[in-house]
Nanobody, 124 residues
């Protein structure tokens, strides 16, 4: 069974940092494109960051560029989202996602596997 399990969310203050983790089970992690999305109340799920397997490149949404970093540890089958200089508008449920095709894409419908989500709340 293929699963993604996120952790690391929480309540932080403006300007704080947070690291989200996503452990992948049941699929070949080294050849899986990984991504992070987020969804705020009343809004659509939006692309945050993606990492192409095999060092193919990392791609970020403009809203997080320079503040968030996606990375992976193939030995631990884990992908991370390191978030710095957090803002109130970063408040959302953050989801880990996986797709077999090469390269991350923005439409959520193009990703076939999802985690359960972890809440990030940034308080001012």
């Amino acid at each position: 069974q293929e699963t993604l399990v996120e952790s690391g969310g929480g309540l932080v203050q403006v300007g704080d940092s947070l690291r989200l983790s996503c452990v992948v089970s049941g699929r070949t992690f080294n050849s899986t494109t990984m991504g992070w999305f987020r969804q705020a109340p009343g809004k659509e799920r939006e692309y945050v960051a993606g990492d192409t397997w095999g060092g193919g490149g990392k791609y970020y949404a403009d809203s997080v560029l320079g503040r968030f970093t996606i990375s992976r540890d193939n030995a631990k089958r884990t992908v991370y989202l390191i978030m710095t200089n957090l803002r109130p508008e970063d408040t959302a449920v953050y989801y880990c996602a996986a797709r077999a095709q090469y390269g991350p894409v923005k439409p959520a419908r193009a990703w076939e596997l999802w985690g359960q989500g972890t809440q990030v709340t940034v308080s001012s």
